[in-house]
C-alpha cells in the first residue's frame, strides 16, 4: 500500500506543479480570492484558539523550567530554554497540530464532498483544472497562516512565560527579551520558517490528495476525514522530529554531551 | 483516421460505472452532426458520453479527437485532462448530476469560470465575465435572481436550466448533454425542449445526446445510436430510426408527456404514413 501510496502522491505533487505553471495561476483574481479565503478560514479564525493554547503552554513551561532550573542553579538560563522548548519545538508542533484538527479534516471533507457531488468533474468538463482553482489556494492560504500562527504561537508563549515566571524569579523584562536575542540565532529563524511553511504544506497537500483521490461516494467522505488527520498527524510527527535531528545533528553538530 | 471526423474511435473498450466491460467496434462523428444515443444499457451510454467528453479513458483502443490521438489515462494521474485544450475549449457540457460549484452563488461560479477558461487579462475579459453569463442565462429563459442564488436554493428546473447556461456559456460549437429532461414534469420538459431546440436545431453545433427521452432526441437529432445489451444494435439516420423502431417510439409517445406531444404526435404520424 505505501509504495502506490507514495507514487500517486508523487504524481500528485507534480501534477500541481504543471497545472499552476501552465495556468498562470498567480496572475488569476479568482485563485487569489480563494488563497485569501483560505488564509480566513484557517489563519483569522484560528487566531483565538492558538492563542489560548500558546497561553498555556507558556505557563507550563516556566512552571516545569523554572523548578528544575532552580534545582540546579540555572536560574538564568530561563530565556535560552524558552527559545529552544517553544521557537524551536513546540510552536511549530503544536500550532500544526491544532491547523490539522481544525482545518486538514475541514479541507479534505470539503473536497471528497466535491467529488461526491460532481463538482471535480464539472470543473474537468470546462477545462479548469482542480489542482490549479481548489488544490493549490488551499495549500498556499494554508501554509502561510501555519506560519503566521506558529508566530502568534510563539509571541505568546514567551510573553505568557515570561509573567507566569514572575511569580519565581524576578526578572526585569529587558534581561528576558535581551537573553531571548542572544539565544536566537539566525539558524533558528530558519528552522522556525522551515518546520512551520514545510509542516503547513505537507499537511495540506495531504488533506487535499485524500480527498480528492476517493472514488466519488458519499460515504467515503467520512473515511477520507479521517484518513487525512491521522496521516497529517504521521507526517506533522515526523516532520518535526526529522528536521530538529537534522538541525541539532548536521546544522549545530551537536554531540552527547555538548551543548545547544 | 481521419482529420474531418471529429470523435473516431476503433476497437475501443470501455468501462462502465457497473464495472462491466463494452466494446465498441467504430464510431466515427463528423462536424456538426446531432448525435442521440439511446437504449437500455444505461451504463453505456452514459460511459460512452463520458468518453467522448474526455471525462473518462479508454481501457484500449484507438480514440482520435479532432485528429489528435488520445492516450489511455495513466491509473496513477487522474488529473490531468485528457482532451487538447483548444478542443475542451470548444465544448459545453451539461451533466445529469447539474454539479455547480456549492460555495458560490451561480453566478459567481459562472463568472469564475468563464475568467478561468478565457483569462481576465484585459478590460474586454472583464466585462465578458459578467456581461456573458447574464446574456446566456436571459437567451435560456432563466430568472436573473437565480445567479444570486447558491445552488442549493434553486428548484430542478432551475439547476437543469444553470447548468444548460454554464454549457453554453463559452458559446460552444460541440455540445454534449447528459439526460437534459430527467425527472422533469410535462411544463418544465417542454420549456426545456423548445429552449434547447431554439438553441442547436438549424445550427452548425454538433451534438451528442444521450438521453431516454426519444421524444426529446427525435426533435434535435438526425442520427441515432442505439445501445442494447452491452452492444450497439443501431446506428442510422432518423427516417432508418423511425422506420426501424416506429412502434416503440409512437408507445413513448403515446404514454409521456401528453399536453404539449400531441401535436409533435400529428406531425410523427404524418411522417411515418
Redesign the interface.
Known amino acids: 500500500m505505501a509504495p502506490s501510496f507514495l507514487g500517486f502522491f508523487s504524481t500528485y505533487v507534480w501534477e500541481l506543479f504543471r497545472a499552476s505553471k501552465e495556468d498562470r495561476v498567480f496572475h488569476r483574481r479568482d485563485v487569489r480570492t480563494v488563497i485569501l479565503r483560505q488564509l480566513k478560514f484557517t489563519g483569522a479564525q484560528s487566531f483565538r484558539l492558538v492563542g489560548i493554547a500558546a497561553l498555556f503552554v507558556g505557563i507550563m513551561t516556566v512552571a516545569q523550567s523554572t523548578a528544575q532550573l532552580q534545582r540546579f542553579g540555572g536560574g538564568n538560563a530561563l530565556g535560552p530554554l524558552l527559545v529552544a522548548a517553544i521557537i524551536r519545538e513546540l510552536g511549530p508542533l503544536l500550532t500544526t497540530l491544532i491547523v490539522v484538527a481544525r482545518s486538514v479534516s475541514a479541507v479534505a471533507s470539503e473536497l471528497s464532498s466535491m467529488k461526491a457531488n460532481g463538482e471535480i468533474e464539472l470543473l474537468h468538463s470546462v477545462g479548469v483544472s482542480p489542482l490549479s482553482y481548489l488544490v493549490l489556494p488551499r495549500v498556499l492560504g494554508g501554509a502561510f497562516s501555519v506560519f503566521l500562527l506558529c508566530i502568534h504561537f510563539v509571541a505568546v508563549a514567551l510573553t505568557s512565560g515570561y509573567l507566569f515566571g514572575q511569580l519565581f524569579v524576578k526578572m526585569p523584562l529587558a534581561k528576558f527579551v535581551l537573553d531571548i536575542l542572544h539565544t536566537l540565532s539566525p539558524a533558528d529563524i530558519v528552522l522556525f520558517t522551515f518546520k512551520s511553511l514545510g509542516a503547513g504544506v505537507g499537511i495540506f497537500l495531504l488533506a487535499t490528495f485524500v480527498g480528492l483521490r476517493t472514488s466519488g461516494r458519499s460515504y467515503e467522505v467520512p473515511q477520507a476525514t479521517t484518513q487525512a488527520v491521522v496521516y497529517s498527524f504521521l507526517l506533522t510527527f515526523t516532520f518535526q522530529a526529522a528536521t530538529s535531528l537534522f538541525y541539532y545533528f548536521v546544522v549545530m553538530n551537536f554531540t552527547f554531551g555538548g551543548s545547544l | 483516421m481521419s482529420e474531418n471526423f471529429l470523435w473516431d474511435l476503433s476497437c475501443v473498450t470501455l468501462r462502465a460505472r457497473d464495472n462491466n466491460f463494452r466494446f465498441l467496434s467504430e464510431l466515427k462523428i463528423s462536424r456538426g452532426e446531432k448525435i442521440a444515443i439511446v437504449g437500455s444499457d444505461i451504463e453505456y451510454r452514459r460511459s460512452l458520453l463520458r468518453l467522448l ?3 473518462e479513458a479508454p481501457k484500449s483502443g484507438a480514440v482520435f479527437v479532432d485528429g489528435v490521438s488520445i492516450p489511455g489515462r ?1 491509473e ?2 487522474p ?3 485528457l482532451f487538447p ?1 483548444n478542443f ?2 470548444k ?1 459545453g ?1 451539461s ?1 445529469q ?1 447539474d ?5 458560490v452563488s451561480i453566478g459567481e461560479c459562472f463568472e ?2 468563464f ?3 478565457y ?3 484585459n478590460e474586454g475579459l472583464k466585462q465578458g465575465a459578467i456581461r456573458v453569463p447574464r446574456e446566456v442565462a436571459t437567451s435560456l429563459g432563466m430568472n436573473l435572481s437565480c445567479l444570486e442564488k447558491r445552488p442549493a436554493e434553486l428548484n430542478a428546473l432551475e439547476k437543469r436550466l444553470a447548468s444548460l447556461c ?1 454549457a453554453f ?2 458559446k460552444p460549437s460541440i455540445l454534449m448533454m447528459d439526460n437534459p429532461s430527467y425527472a422533469l414534469d410535462d411544463e418544465a420538459w417542454s420549456y426545456l425542449d423548445s429552449t434547447i431546440a431554439k438553441l442547436v436545431v438549424g445550427t452548425q453545433k454538433t451534438l451528442v445526446l444521450s438521453t431516454g427521452d426519444w421524444i426529446l432526441a427525435d426533435s434535435l437529432c438526425d442520427r441515432w445510436i442505439v445501445l442494447e445489451d452491452k452492444k450497439i444494435i443501431f446506428d442510422g439516420n432518423k427516417k432508418a430510426f423511425r422506420s426501424t423502431y416506429k412502434k416503440r417510439l409512437t408507445d413513448q409517445l403515446s404514454t409521456q408527456r401528453w399536453g404539449k406531444i400531441r401535436s409533435t404526435i400529428e406531425e410523427l404520424e404524418i411522417k411515418i404514413a
Open positions: 467528453s474526455g471525462l495513466d496513477r494521474d488529473w490531468r485532462d485544450k475542451r475549449r465544448m457540457i451533466l448530476s454539479a455547480l460549484i456549492s460555495n469564475t469560470l475568467r478561468f477558461k483569462g481576465d487579462h454554464l456559456l463559452t
